[in-house]
Nanobody, 125 residues
C-alpha cells in the first residue's frame, strides 16, 4: 500500500521556522523525485520545492528560494523528505502536500503520481 504521510505542520509566528517531514512507503521511492506543494484557501495548488532521487538536483519556487530547504534520506523501505522552512511569512499559510514523481526534474503537479493528505501550516502576523 502506497503511503505518503506528512507531519510537522502547525501554527507559528511570522519570522519563525517549521520543519515538515514526509514518509513515503509502499513503492521503491528511492528512485522518485520528491516534491512539496502547497494550497492556500481559494488558490490553486502551487509548487514549492523538489529534489531528485539522487539529491543532486533541487528546485525551488521563487517564494521559497533562500528561505526553504528540501532534503531527503532513504531507509530500507521508506523514503523521508523534509522541508525546512525559515523566515516564515503569513503568505506561507497553506496546506502543504508531499508528492512523488518518476520524472526529473518535476515542478508541475500534473507530473506527480502519488500524493499525501497534507499538513496545515499557519503563519500568524
Amino acid at each position: 500500500q502506497v503511503q505518503l504521510v506528512e507531519s510537522g505542520g502547525g501554527l507559528v509566528q511570522a519570522g519563525g521556522s517549521l520543519r515538515l517531514s514526509c514518509a513515503a512507503s509502499g513503492r521503491n521511492f528511492r528512485r522518485y523525485t520528491m516534491g512539496w506543494f502547497r494550497q492556500a484557501p481559494g488558490k490553486e495548488r502551487e509548487f514549492v520545492a523538489a529534489i531528485t532521487w539522487s539529491g543532486a538536483d533541487v528546485n525551488y519556487s521563487d517564494s521559497a528560494k533562500g528561505r526553504f530547504t528540501i532534503s531527503r534520506n532513504s531507509a530500507e523501505n521508506t523514503v523521508t523528505v523534509f522541508l525546512q522552512m525559515n523566515s516564515l511569512k503569513p503568505e506561507d499559510t497553506a496546506v502543504y502536500y508531499c508528492a512523488a514523481s518518476t520524472r526529473e526534474p518535476a515542478t508541475t503537479a500534473i507530473h506527480y503520481d502519488y500524493w499525501g493528505q497534507g499538513t496545515q501550516v499557519t503563519v500568524s502576523s
